[in-house]
């Protein structure tokens, strides 16, 4: 996958592997790179902005394996960590798989109210 740079993942974490001339990533992947989901128009997403948030990820390093490539930001308030799906879980960073799709570090994590 392009954007978590797995080979191998957890198909229930990540989806799917996708491809589009020569570009592989996995569908959830694709939902939750910055911004990448929203743009998508109704045949899917365009593979001129799969390319960019690709190049714009590579500038920024997961917080969480220190590896550059990180396409999801958290969504705290100008909170500017980044990491991959895959790294998500082992990081203890909170993911939320309905739309609109978003993640939070473990700093920022929404916390839900136990009555």
């Known amino acids: 996958c392009m954007l978590c740079r797995r080979v191998e993942a957890d198909p229930d974490l990540c989806g799917r592997k996708l491809e589009k001339l020569g570009i592989f990533a996995h569908l959830f992947c694709l939902f ?29 390093n997961c917080c969480v394996c220190g590896r550059s490539g990180a396409t999801i930001t958290c969504q705290g308030t100008d909170c500017d ?3 991959h799906l895959p790294c998500a879980v082992e ?19 929404p916390e839900q109210l136990v009555e």
């Open 32 to 60: 939750f790179a910055n911004g990448l989901y929203q743009q998508g128009c109704k045949d899917g997403v365009r593979l001129e902005d799969i390319r960019h948030t690709i190049k714009r990820a590579a500038k920024k």
């Open 81 to 83: 960590r980044s990491f």
């Open 91 to 109: 990081g203890e960073c909170v993911t939320r798989f309905l739309c609109p799709y978003s993640s939070f570090c473990p700093e920022h994590c």
